[in-house]
């Protein structure tokens, strides 16, 4: 793991001294007053501290420390990297950076790897709707929302000049320098702006086990060259409303090295992405009752993708796709009376995708959600409820488009505390929600039969659990955990189904699944003496997810892939004076990696230890960081996805500067 | 200080857990049965798992042995098996995706000799195999018909033919080799023609769009199950006279694999069709009634379809939802179930051949 190394760990050591006051700046589900572990439905968040000892290179790899979680990797810096969230499967996750969705239409699902965590204040998985309004109302769509922040939006940039800027270097040909400037322009004006570049050649070994044809090898085709920058603007008005802008680019060129394939170890399939966004969110509190939230944003997505191997007559696959949305929320809240607030939000997005591709349809999505949200508190009790209505409509330029889609689909959390002041707090949750199927579900025509009548796939979640979160006077100062249990259910699955031969395929709505699961998070820290600091936190989840599509299939009731029962991570972080060091670990118990639970297609558990000591450096104008690691210390050769092997040990170096 | 202690053994207790867990190294294979009147089944396996599979049923025992090959030999096969036959004491097991034939004793399946369709490295794809003439033939996704020695187990020759080309078979004096296109954006639509004489390609015959399965009755005809373009052209199924090189008939039906025997046309559906084994007059290409199977077994997606020969036994291969073990089914030639067997875990059992001892 872990390739970017701790961007300006002092310029944010800064912030804690005042960090109350950063804390209150609006951010969707982002930096939070409140203590996770004191919310009535499951949050889990790494705050800059963490994601400085996870020191993660993308927010995929961070993630991985959530319970609950599997991060399909594909291995090494350049791998495909996506999220699932207790078993709902890749696309149920929505994923939202600075307050607006970043989506994919054309899969589904965005590839983490994408987004560096270099600059990112917090990363936050909310496992149902965030419980703060207003909220636009796209955020409710998704079973459950990864989200991140950038540290771009903080209001104590408007107090100070910050600068930064760093590289990190690594085993298989990591070298990765980024800059960033924080400037205030006037006394209610912050312009930032962020820059990274990647260079890595996952040239990194592994091992063919096939008998009499067992060897080493080493990955190839697999590296990766990768540049990403945003600017921001952050005003705030004699009104104390906020405007936020942000420009964000990415662009990347990699290899796809492919399945380990025996016999066979060639792969010569490159992937470019290019990637930008505008976004800009305006919040305006009107009194202390009511608010506004107006976001907006246009995005756009190409890809291509060669294979010059293909064995297709034009001699090689040229695949380019090209994908752009508008998108725009009203959201506003208002509180009535003592105990209720409500929230009303209107969402409008339309997505067009086009293709080099023949036939390929070119397909426009329009897409409205309207939500209410409900909110009572009192005393003991706090409930959320909520409603959204979806309505997806999809238009062609040639062939059958899906016809209009248009559902409600609700939400609800209670959460009770025994008293005010009681360490304890019960909580409940149910959600319902769906994903709409993909324009390559729907679209896709190369090795595809096209059915537009695929219907969206839903997910029921049930979630009941409690939190415990106490302060104390002693080497421990806050101890926190929470337990939950869950009952996933998965209708309608969209699932790819080869039909005439191995090498044709259709999707089909075929899918059933029942997930039950169970969550533990903790998390504490405290200071042996006055100079020496510790945290820890630690994740568990224990899960069990059936397929119970065909009660006359084989496989009814066996685990679905790559579901683990036991998986988890730990994290322990001590620090003294300008020194700090940490450890962590990462496993997974023995999961299938297929359907049907046969020994042959187990695949062994593992785990993945880290170890880093980081040291500040103070100079008269600056200040230095460095930064050793070693990853995956005992070298565990290990597949997260089956016959793609990860990195072994791995060492990394890091120095960062920043202005004092 | 009591309180903070106690989270580091949790730490701990879990590395301990997990580096407990791991040691499950699988078991050596155990020695395969011996071998003696019984059929091969090919697993076809998933697309990227490495798990193609070759099991052996035991006709005297009624038992079958999953992983044949591996346990003979002490390695797998590797990606996507797509074809194999017993040809002069070999087998020879077509590996579509790992990019090479493997070459094995017949009997014990005792591991011979790889041959590498690699050109310059980049898989040629090999698809299907036919013998004649003391010769094998191996046809490759990047448009040649390989020819392999079978005692230097050497390629001794690449045909060119069309694009993409799917199956063989072996009728009068040629091969004929369906070129499907697939992988292009317009489909190819012709069966290349070989004369064994000369092993080069004499000519090409327009049949429908996407040929892929072919047959012949050795009575001067070949059948040809054309596969349309999923859209606008319909699949077909086409007869064609070798005598003339001219279609003689053609009729609008979708079938996946199509096997001649003894005055009738087996069919499986694949993707377009019914899910069923067909069975039809080769002269005017009806069915001869609605199904081949006449008692109450239920196949639930036919992929592997085979004839024995010498018995007239139709061997169907049962390859459910292409994710789960597969089972093999066979009937005798009215169409009842003799018996049949699980080849779990494989999947996709896709070509049965007999073996005797």
Same mark, same amino acid.
């Given at each position: 793991m872990g390739i970017f190394t701790m961007p300006g760990t002092v310029l944010f050591a800064q912030y804690k001294s005042d960090s109350g006051r950063v804390l209150q700046k609006v951010t969707v589900t982002g930096e939070r007053k409140q203590n996770p572990f004191a919310a009535i439905v499951p949050v889990q968040v790494l705050n800059r501290e963490a994601l400085l000892q996870i020191n993660a290179e993308n927010i995929a790899d961070a993630a991985r420390y959530f319970s609950g979680v599997l991060i399909k990797d594909y291995g090494g810096v350049g791998g495909l990297k996506t999220i699932s969230v207790r078993s709902l499967g890749g696309l149920n996750t929505g994923l939202v950076y600075d307050g607006i969705t970043i989506a994919d239409a054309q899969t589904g699902q965005v590839d983490l790897s994408k987004f560096s965590a270099t600059f990112v204040q917090t990363l936050e998985l909310d496992q149902t709707n965030p419980q703060q309004i207003p909220l636009p109302a796209r955020i409710y769509?998704?079973?459950?929302?990864?989200?991140?922040?950038?540290?771009?939006?903080? /209001?104590? *940039?408007?107090?100070?000049?910050?600068?930064?800027?760093?590289?990190?270097?690594?085993?298989?040909?990591? !070298?990765?320098?980024?800059?960033?400037?924080?400037?205030?322009?006037?006394?209610?004006?912050?312009?930032?702006?962020?820059?990274?570049?990647?260079?890595?050649?996952?040239?990194y070994p592994y091992q063919i086990e096939n008998g009499m044809f067992s060897q080493k090898a080493y990955r190839s085709n697999s590296d990766i060259q990768a540049f990403q920058g945003e600017v921001n603007t952050l005003n705030r008005f004699a009104d104390s409303s906020t405007l936020q802008i942000k420009? !964000?680019?990415?662009?990347?060129?990699?290899?796809?090295?492919?399945?380990?394939?025996?016999?066979?170890?060639?792969?010569?399939?490159?992937?470019?992405?290019?990637?930008?966004?505008?976004?800009?969110?305006?919040?305006?509190?009107? *009194? /202390?009752?009511?608010?506004?939230?107006?976001?907006?944003?246009?995005?756009?997505?190409?890809?291509?993708? /060669?294979?010059?191997?293909?064995?297709?007559?034009?001699?090689?696959?040229?695949?380019?796709?090209?994908?752009?949305?508008?998108?725009?929320?009203?959201a506003l809240s208002h509180r009535m009376g003592k105990y209720f607030s409500f929230s009303l939000a209107s969402d409008i997005a339309s997505t067009h995708l086009s293709a080099n591709i023949k036939a390929f349809p070119n397909p426009t999505r329009t897409s409205l959600w309207n939500s209410f949200v409900i909110e009572f508190t009192k005393s003991h009790w706090q409930l959320n409820a909520s409603i959204l209505n979806t309505d997806i409509n999809d238009k062609t330029e040639t062939g059958t488009a899906a016809a209009n889609k248009n559902k409600f689909t609700a939400a609800f959390a209670i959460g009770y505390k025994p008293k005010p002041e009681s360490p304890f707090l019960f909580r409940f949750f149910y959600k319902?929600?769906?994903?709409?199927?993909?324009?390559?579900?729907?679209?896709?025509?190369?090795?595809?039969?096209?059915?537009?009548?695929?219907?969206?796939?839903?997910?029921?979640?049930?979630?009941?659990?409690? /939190?415990?979160?106490?302060?104390?006077?002693?080497?421990?100062?806050?101890?926190?955990?929470?337990?939950?249990?869950?009952?996933?259910?998965?209708?309608?699955?969209?699932?790819?189904?080869?039909?005439?031969?191995?090498?044709? !395929?259709?999707?089909?709505?075929?899918?059933?699944?029942?997930?039950?699961?169970?969550?533990?998070?903790?998390?504490? *820290?405290?200071?042996?003496?006055?100079?020496?600091?510790?945290?820890?936190?630690?994740?568990?989840?224990?899960?069990?997810?059936?397929?119970?599509?065909?009660?006359?299939?084989?496989?009814?009731?066996?685990?679905?892939?790559?579901?683990?029962?036991?998986?988890?991570?730990?994290?322990?972080?001590?620090?003294?004076?300008?020194?700090?060091?940490?450890?962590?670990?990462?496993?997974?118990?023995?999961?299938?990696?297929?359907?049907? *639970?046969?020994?042959?297609?187990?695949?062994?558990?593992?785990?993945?230890?880290?170890?880093?000591?980081?040291?500040?450096?103070?100079?008269?104008?600056?200040?230095?960081?460095?930064?050793?690691?070693?990853?995956?210390?005992?070298?565990?050769?290990?597949?997260?996805?089956?016959?793609?092997?990860?990195?072994?040990?791995?060492?990394?170096?890091?120095?960062?500067?920043?202005?004092? | 200080m009591k309180k903070n202690k106690l989270y580091f053994p949790?730490? +701990?207790?879990?590395?301990?857990?997990?580096?407990?867990?791991?040691?499950?190294?699988?078991?050596?294979?155990?020695?395969?049965?011996?071998?003696?009147?019984?059929?091969?089944?090919?697993?076809?396996?998933?697309?990227?798992?490495?798990?193609?599979?070759?099991?052996?049923? %035991?006709?005297?025992?009624?038992?079958?042995?999953? %992983?044949?090959?591996?346990?003979?030999?002490?390695?797998?096969?590797?990606?996507?098996?797509? %074809?194999?036959?017993?040809?002069?004491?070999?087998?020879? +097991?077509?590996?579509?995706?790992?990019?090479?034939?493997?070459?094995?004793?017949?009997?014990?399946?005792?591991?011979?000799?790889?041959?590498?369709?690699?050109?310059?490295?980049?898989?040629?794809?090999?698809?299907?195999?036919?013998?004649?003439?003391?010769?094998?033939?191996?046809?490759?996704?990047?448009?040649?018909?390989?020819?392999?020695?079978?005692?230097?187990?050497?390629?001794?020759?690449? +045909?060119?033919?069309?694009?993409?080309?799917?199956?063989?078979?072996?009728?009068?004096?040629n091969l004929y080799v369906s070129n499907t296109g697939g992988f292009s954006a317009v489909f190819d639509s012709t069966v290349s023609v070989i004369p064994l004489n000369s092993l080069t390609e004499s000519g090409k015959i327009t049949v429908g769009m996407n040929p892929g399965s072919i047959s012949t009755d050795n009575t001067g005809n070949i059948y040809v199950a054309c596969t349309g373009n999923y859209g606008a052209t319909a699949p077909s199924l086409v007869k064609v006279n070798i005598n003339t090189n001219q279609v003689t008939k053609s009729v609008d039906s979708a079938f996946g694999t199509i096997r001649y025997y003894n005055s009738v046309l087996l069919t499986t559906g694949g993707y377009l069709g019914a899910a069923n084994v067909g069975i039809f007059n080769p002269d005017n290409l009806v069915a001869v009634r609605p199904s081949f199977v006449t008692d109450e077994t239920a196949i639930e997606n036919p992929y592997g379809l085979d004839v024995d020969p010498a018995t007239g036994d139709v061997y169907v291969g049962d390859a459910k939802d292409y994710v789960s073990s597969g089972e093999v089914f066979c009937f005798d030639k009215t169409g009842k179930k003799k018996f049949s067997f699980s080849v779990s875990p494989g999947i996709s059992p896709i070509k049965t051949v007999l073996v005797q001892q």
């Open positions: 769509s998704s079973a459950s929302i990864l989200s991140f922040t950038s540290n771009s939006f903080n /209001t104590t *940039n408007f107090t100070q000049k910050k600068w930064l800027a760093g590289m990190n270097t690594g085993s298989f040909g990591l !070298w990765q320098p980024y800059a960033g400037l924080y400037l205030p322009v006037s006394k209610n004006m912050v312009v930032s702006a962020n820059v990274q570049a990647t260079w890595a050649k996952g040239d420009v !964000w680019g990415y662009s990347s060129e990699r290899g796809l090295p492919g399945s380990i394939i025996f016999f066979n170890d060639i792969s010569v399939q490159r992937l470019q992405d290019k990637n930008f966004f505008i976004q800009s969110r305006y919040l305006k509190k009107f *009194n /202390t009752n009511t608010s506004l939230l107006v976001s907006v944003k246009y995005s756009t997505l190409y890809t291509k993708y /060669t294979d010059p191997n293909f064995l297709n007559n034009a001699g090689g696959l040229d695949d380019r796709y090209s994908q752009n949305e508008i998108y725009g929320s009203i319902d929600i769906f994903r709409m199927p993909t324009f390559n579900d729907l679209y896709y025509t190369y090795n595809v039969n096209i059915n537009p009548k695929l219907l969206p796939e839903y997910s029921t979640q049930y979630d009941a659990g409690f /939190t415990y979160s106490k302060n104390f006077k002693s080497a421990l100062s806050q101890f926190s955990i929470s337990v939950d249990g869950y009952y996933n259910g998965i209708k309608d699955k969209i699932i790819a189904v080869p039909s005439q031969n191995l090498f044709i !395929w259709t999707m089909k709505n075929i899918g059933k699944v029942q997930i039950n699961g169970i969550d533990i998070n903790g998390q504490a *820290n405290g200071k042996f003496s006055p100079v020496v600091r510790w945290s820890a936190r630690i994740a568990y989840t224990w899960q069990q997810a059936l397929d119970v599509s065909d009660p006359s299939s084989t496989i009814y009731k066996n685990e679905i892939p790559y579901t683990p029962s036991h998986s988890g991570s730990a994290l322990a972080a001590v620090y003294y004076k300008t020194w700090s060091a940490g450890y962590s670990i990462l496993f997974s118990g023995e999961r299938y990696a297929l359907g049907e *639970n046969d020994p042959t297609n187990l695949l062994p558990g593992w785990d993945e230890q880290d170890a880093f000591v980081s040291c500040q450096l103070p100079f008269k104008y600056f200040q230095t960081i460095i930064r050793g690691e070693v990853d995956n210390i005992f070298n565990q050769q290990y597949d997260v996805v089956h016959y793609y092997p990860m990195p072994g040990r791995s060492y990394k170096l890091s120095i960062t500067i920043n202005s004092l | 949790v730490v +701990i207790m879990l590395a301990f857990f997990f580096s407990c867990s791991k040691d499950n190294t699988p078991a050596p294979p155990p020695v395969p049965p011996k071998v003696t009147t019984g059929v091969f089944v090919l697993n076809q396996g998933s697309y990227g798992a490495n798990n193609t599979m070759l099991s052996y049923y %035991d006709f005297t025992s009624a038992t079958q042995t999953t %992983d044949f090959f591996k346990k003979a030999n002490g390695f797998g096969l590797g990606d996507t098996g797509s %074809d194999f036959i017993i040809y002069g004491g070999k087998m020879y +097991i077509v590996m579509n995706v790992s990019g090479y034939v493997a070459v094995a004793n017949s009997i014990t399946a005792k591991f011979i000799d790889t041959i590498s369709f690699k050109n310059a490295g980049v898989n040629r794809g090999p698809e299907n195999v036919v013998a004649a003439e003391g010769e094998v033939f191996v046809s490759s996704t990047d448009g040649t018909v390989a020819v392999i020695d079978t005692s230097s187990l050497a390629i001794t020759k690449f +045909i060119k033919v069309g694009s993409n080309p799917a199956q063989m078979v072996v009728a009068g004096d």
